[in-house]
């Protein structure tokens, strides 16, 4: 594996970053066909470290791939200074070769900004932004995460003149009845699973016998719950489909029946047009979104939240069949723009999460570790049980190597009593703990430029067509890894996007609403904003 040339690649990019949004959308389209190439080249480079799987740094020898100069150099390196190497903070070693310190800074610089944290590691509390409500069987993270969304399609809802919103793979319902409880936003909500579209239409009724029962509630927030409940709908999104024939029928099972939620290719049941969302949306579910998008008048925006870039469909397809990416043709026409299953399971990486083990040095670093070791005892046993995707504990950083083997040899369909276990080969490789920890950190820096490259594909993809576009850092990143929202309308986006840093009802943190502790908020979302001129898990 080569070193990167540090010229053209990192100046290129950080000409490119440092360039003002309002440039031309020429500019900016060529900018964004450059990044993409650069990242491909970047990735071609390193695309035998991009698609190494860590469980088999032991079998497959993957230290001695690594170029012979950084070897010693990321051998005695300790986990802070990885972390440094992944932020650019805290400085790396006294003697990091140049080529290593070249390829981190292009890597780096090529990715979307994420928007850093400058608050504090821990989770977010319970929202005070929300209703308390609207709070139940929510987990802090999702509440962080509709607070934020919805505020964005609220802002949408207002541009664009359309009180009426479509989300796509709804799950429980959360994020849609925020929109109709809290934002008082008329929302059908789409899921394929008929057992959670029970559970979310129980939800709501819950909630309007709470909601009649309430009165003067402590600290409850200024904005009054609206009793307009969402509509649940059970049905599978075919993205072959025009949207007049969004959801054809399921076979029959729990849930109501799948219908239209337009109403027919016009729009709503009411002739408008209506803005689509999905949160985290799964797979080939965010192209497909996107796709109806760009086809369908019916749809005048769309906010999304991309998810599991594994399951995206890549390469040649059946016919009838789409292609999740790449989406682009500019992005296609790169040599060297395909992306392994691997190198898309890295892109779904949670770099700051990695980032804050390694500063901390925790000990959930060495999972890493025993389940390379493991893999190498579960091969010599039997060769044809390789990556069988065993998971013997979330806790394994609490057990002993040999309590860990014990949990995780039966599930391969090993006895524990027949593989040494306490060999001398075993504790060689257990002590090589800080090499495996470093060729981890070496795949978390290139899955952000991954990530960047399948989003960027999107926003090409949008942009061919004349759609106004923009990727926005959302979520703090520390909580929701997947954090960059791909806003597009048919429409200018400048008032959905101006001042969206800097509005007091989206920037402030969430709070504890037990405890009314602050958490320092996340740095101001930077935009990148792609002014066109207009173009003509619901899985």
């Known amino acids: 594996m080569p070193g990167v040339p540090a010229g053209p690649v990192t100046s290129r990019v950080l000409g490119g970053a440092a360039m003002a949004p309002q440039s031309p959308p020429h500019e900016q389209h060529s900018r964004e066909q450059r990044r993409a190439a650069d990242i491909i080249r970047l990735l071609v480079l390193y695309r035998p470290l991009l698609d190494a799987f860590v469980i088999d740094f032991f079998t497959e020898g993957l230290w001695a791939q690594l170029p012979p100069a950084w070897q010693p150099a990321l051998a005695s390196a300790s986990p ?3 972390a440094g190497l992944l932020g650019a903070r805290g400085g790396p070693g006294a003697a990091w070769p140049l080529s290593l310190l070249a390829f981190a800074a292009a890597a780096r610089a090529l990715a979307f900004p994420r928007g850093c944290p400058a608050g504090s590691p821990r989770p977010p509390c319970q929202s005070s932004r929300l209703h308390p409500l609207l709070r139940r069987h929510v987990k802090p993270k999702k509440q962080h995460e509709i607070q934020r969304l919805g505020k964005l399609l609220r802002r949408l809802s207002r541009a664009t003149g359309c009180e009426r919103v479509v989300d796509i793979g709804a799950g429980q319902g959360h994020l849609s009845r925020f929109l109709a409880f809290g934002l008082g936003l008329s929302v059908t909500a789409v899921e394929s699973d008929g057992r959670l579209v029970g559970l979310a239409e129980r939800f709501d009724q819950e909630l309007l016998r709470e909601l009649g029962k309430t009165r003067g509630h402590e600290r409850l927030p200024p904005r009054p719950l609206t009793p307009r409940a969402p509509q ?13 024939e969004l959801l054809p029928p399921d076979p029959p099972g729990p849930g109501p029946a799948a219908r239209n939620p337009l109403g027919g290719p016009g729009g709503s049941e009411d002739g408008g047009q209506v803005l689509v969302t999905g949160l985290h949306a799964c797979g080939d579910l965010s192209p497909a979104l996107l796709s109806h998008f760009a086809r369908s008048p019916a749809v005048a925006a769309v906010a999304l939240v991309g998810c599991c870039y594994m399951k995206l469909s890549a390469g040649p397809q059946p016919p009838g069949c789409p292609t999740g990416y790449p989406l682009s043709t500019s992005v296609a026409a790169l040599p060297g723009h395909q992306l392994s299953y691997r190198a898309r399971e890295a892109a779904c990486h949670a770099l700051e999460e990695f980032q804050g083990r390694l500063r901390g040095g925790s000990p959930q670093l060495r999972a890493h570790c025993y389940r390379a070791v493991l ?26 190597f040999s309590q860990y083997a014990q949990l995780g040899l039966p599930l391969a369909g090993l006895d524990p009593a027949g593989v040494p276990l306490d060999s001398g080969a075993v504790g060689a490789m257990l002590e090589q703990q800080h090499k495996v920890v470093a060729f981890c950190t ?46 597009a309308a048919r429409t200018p986006l400048d008032t959905v996007l101006a001042g969206l840093d800097k509005d007091s009802e989206d920037s402030s943190e969430d709070t ?15 935009v990148r904003q792609s002014p066109h001129s207009p173009g003509h898990r619901a899985q």
């Open 442 to 487: 070496l795949g978390q820096l290139l899955a952000p430029a991954v990530e960047t490259l399948i989003l960027l594909d999107r926003l090409l993809y949008l942009r061919e067509q004349g759609f106004h576009c923009a990727l926005v850092p959302l979520f703090n990143p520390r909580f929701s890894p997947r954090n960059l929202v791909l806003v």
């Open 512 to 526: 504890d609403s037990s405890e009314d502790e602050d958490l320092e908020e996340a740095e101001s979302p930077r």
């Open 232 to 244: 649940h709908v059970a049905g599978r999104l075919d993205p072959a489909a025009p949207w007049g």
């Open 375 to 400: 893999e190498s005892l579960i091969c010599a046993a039997d060769p044809a049980k390789r990556h069988l995707g065993l998971q013997p504990g979330r806790k394994a950083h609490t057990l002993s």
């Open 80 to 82: 802070a200074q990885l």
